[in-house]
């Protein structure tokens, strides 16, 4: 089979979610064609050629995910969103719906970091296993102080549409940005259930903005295809027992004699 | 003295460089009025009650610095100043030189991110002497593989422009992610000087948009003010002896025999 010349073509490590998974997801949801050119044949080595600089004189991504059609090349996540996001009716009309959905998008890739930090708080260039102590340390602290800060900055960010619909953006049913906060919030309660499960009972909107993302026909079909990888533990959200830790704002009162 | 309505009203805190800088470098540099307003007199009372939602009504920024006029509030360094871009002249006209600009931008404000992680490996809510073996630990390894990673990116992103000039920006002489190139290369410079002194001799282009901005007349005047904080223990770019470590790449090679 031929592959459609006007295709996105997604470049991005094949055997994880990470970073991709925030394009992926708009894609799919969108359903627009695209290639997911790590996961092809020869596509790795496609994907390797970019990053040494063999893109036909275009600009060389620092890393993965980019985005590749007819002349363009993108690279960071929050740029391809604002850049599919008009394209695709995912953001509301004019600049200052771009820049509002541009800016939780930039927080939403902040907190990322912070989550990838917490299993390679020293170096991503070691194993997790060689800076377990480190993590744990980190883990309990982003747990204590930053989950809880971003999440209820996000849930504030939740209006209800002119339909009566929860989502970030005031003009719209649905954004990108909100695709986002569906894949924060289930890669979340992937790695730290016991934090996520308390923190969850106070963000209402949340909640309700990732059960309607999961909803959402193309979406559901995406999630249930073999084109949806598994949390595993070389992504962003990682399930590692040692840190899912119960921060002390969730934990129970104690009880006395 | 009143206050012009019609300036800017940058937020951020009153005694570090730190993100707000890159923010300082460009309104400086277009020459706009603006107010520091956590440098004014009850100006971080102000700060802190958007910071604790009362905006108007309006969003509710995360974290300094936020910028705000005539209904916008704007935060996040990269949506800031991507607003800023066109409207001050510091960005090529149309999307395409929009997009570079900022998928450039998003990449310094990851290595601003990691810069910041090498003295607060293991939480901003620590003292860094209290996780300073961690920070040695970090820094370590974000001089031998992360700093070199990023400065070679951006050396191969500067380009001629048709007037001759070393810029980011192909259509024009100069850009916002010049001053920000500016100011990450001169904020290294002082926290890693032994890996930047080895690091820069083979940025020749990097080192020559250092020099350029520095020349800049309003540049000049505005590092030669009061206006230019010095750097700090508190901002991102600090000296700490114990952390301007040589790298392995920039080790004189041994002499045996």
């Known amino acids: 089979m031929m592959s459609d010349p006007t295709a996105y073509r997604l470049y991005y490590w094949p055997t994880l979610q990470g970073r991709g998974e925030f394009v992926r997801l708009v894609l799919e949801d969108a359903g627009m064609p695209y290639v997911d050119v790590g996961r092809t044949e020869g596509g790795m080595a496609e994907l390797q050629r970019w990053l040494a600089g063999g893109g036909e004189g275009r600009p060389t991504p620092l890393a993965p995910p980019f985005l590749v059609r007819e002349g363009i090349v993108l690279s960071q996540v929050a ?22 959905a541009l800016q939780l998008q930039l927080t939403i890739v902040d907190l990322v970091a912070e989550v990838h930090e917490t299993h390679h708080p020293l170096s991503a260039a070691l194993y997790y296993e060689d800076q377990k102590e480190a993590a744990i340390a980190r883990t309990n602290l982003f747990l204590e102080h930053r989950l809880p800060k971003f999440l209820r900055h996000f ?88 840190l899912d830790l119960l921060p002390t704002w969730a934990a129970p009162p104690s009880v006395s004699g």
Chains 1, 2 share one sequence.
């Open 79 to 100: 740029n391809i969103l604002h850049y599919l996001g008009p394209r695709l009716g995912l953001v509301g009309p004019g600049p200052a719906a771009e820049h509002q």
């Open 155 to 242: 849930e504030q960010a939740v209006v209800v549409s002119p339909a009566g619909v929860l989502t970030t953006d005031p003009a719209l049913d649905h954004s990108y940005v909100d695709l986002s906060l569906f894949q924060i919030v289930v890669g979340l309660q992937h790695a730290f259930p016991a934090a996520m499960g308390a923190l969850l009972q106070e963000l209402p909107k949340l909640s309700a903005i990732r059960e309607r993302v999961c909803e959402r026909p193309r979406v559901a079909a995406y999630l249930a295809s073999s084109r949806r990888l598994p949390f595993n533990h070389h992504g962003i959200f990682r399930a590692y027992p040692e």
